[in-house]
C-alpha cells in the first residue's frame, strides 16, 4: 500500500502535534537567535496544553538549520508535494496539482487557513483512497 502525509489536526485521533514557529518566522542567518526563541516558546506552550513533548517541526517556508535537530531534539517535517495552495482560489486546480504529484511517501504542503485549501484537501483524500493510498503521520513515513 502506497502512503504519504496530509496536515493533522489533533493527538487524540492519533496525529502528530507540531511546531510551526510563533509568529511564521523564515529562518536566515540572521535572526537564528529569534526563530529558535519561538520553537522554545511553542514547544513550552504546546507541551503544557498537550502534556507531551513536541519533537517535530515543519519550519516556516521550509528553511531550517540542521543543529537545531540536536540543540532542540527536534525533528524537521518537510515537503515533497508543495500545490501552492496559498496562492489559488481554485479548488480544481490545487487538487489535480497534489494528485497528478502523488506517489509513494509523499508530503503534502497544504494551508487550513484558506477555506479553497480545505476543500481541496477533502477531495485530494478522496481521491487518493480511490486509487488505493493509505495516509499516515510523518513519524511513520520518516522513520520506516
Not at 510563533?22 to 498537550?50: A, D, G, W
Not at 480544481?92 to 497534489?98: F, L, P, S, Y
Request: with cysteine.
Amino acid at each position: 500500500m502506497r502512503s504519504f502525509v496530509m496536515p493533522n489536526l489533533t493527538q487524540a485521533e492519533g496525529h502528530l502535534i507540531g511546531n510551526h514557529t510563533y509568529s511564521h518566522i523564515q529562518l536566515t542567518k540572521k535572526n537564528r537567535k529569534k526563530f529558535k526563541e519561538e520553537l522554545v516558546r511553542i514547544n513550552e506552550v504546546l507541551e503544557e496544553i498537550t502534556g507531551v513533548e513536541v519533537e517535530y517541526v515543519r519550519p516556516p517556508y521550509g528553511s531550517w538549520d540542521k543543529s537545531f535537530e540536536a540543540e532542540l531534539n527536534m525533528i524537521p517535517v518537510l515537503w515533497t508535494i508543495d500545490p501552492l495552495d496559498w496562492c489559488s482560489s481554485n479548488v480544481g486546480c490545487i487538487t489535480d496539482r497534489i494528485v497528478k504529484k502523488a506517489g509513494e511517501n509523499e508530503i503534502i504542503l497544504m494551508h487550513d487557513y484558506y477555506d479553497t485549501s480545505v476543500t481541496a484537501a477533502l477531495k485530494v483524500v478522496d481521491e487518493l483512497l480511490k486509487e488505493g493510498y493509505m495516509f499516515v503521520t510523518a513519524e511513520e513515513i520518516l522513520f520506516e
